[in-house]
């Protein structure tokens, strides 16, 4: 079965830096878009960043545009979530996500990682 497991959350303070890595396993061939969402206790799981494929455009979240930067390897077994100009409303557990393009709604989940922005 298809796992994502995600890394490099941590505690950082408003304005740093970090990068956050899914590691995707037991995929088959085929094509899948990769996508990370956001989730703070007592609200709904947010959109932040997606991509199509090995070469297609991203897509974020007006919130985060100009301030992360999704991308992927070529076989699409790392993705990663570079996180610039944190602000404090970033604080959230991340989780990345995958699915098959030909599906609608994202599939494969992996745990999280918590990412802490303190002001």
């Known amino acids: 079965q298809v796992r994502l497991v995600e890394s490099g959350g941590g505690l950082v303070q408003s304005g740093g830096s970090l990068r956050l890595s899914c590691a995707v396993s037991?995929?088959?061939?085929?094509?899948?878009?990769m996508a990370w969402f956001r989730q703070v206790p007592g609200k709904e799981r947010e959109f932040v960043a997606e991509v199509i494929g090995s070469g297609g455009s991203p897509n974020y979240a007006d919130s985060v545009k100009g301030r992360f930067t999704i991308s992927t390897d070529n076989a699409k077994t790392t993705m990663y979530l570079q996180m610039n100009s944190l602000k404090s409303e970033d604080t959230a557990m991340y989780y990345c996500?995958?699915?098959?393009?030909?599906?609608?709604?994202?599939?494969?989940w992996g745990q999280g990682t918590q990412v802490t922005v303190s002001s």
């Open positions: 996500a995958s699915r098959r393009i030909t599906m609608s709604r994202y599939e494969y």
């Open positions: 037991g995929r088959t061939f085929g094509v899948y878009a």
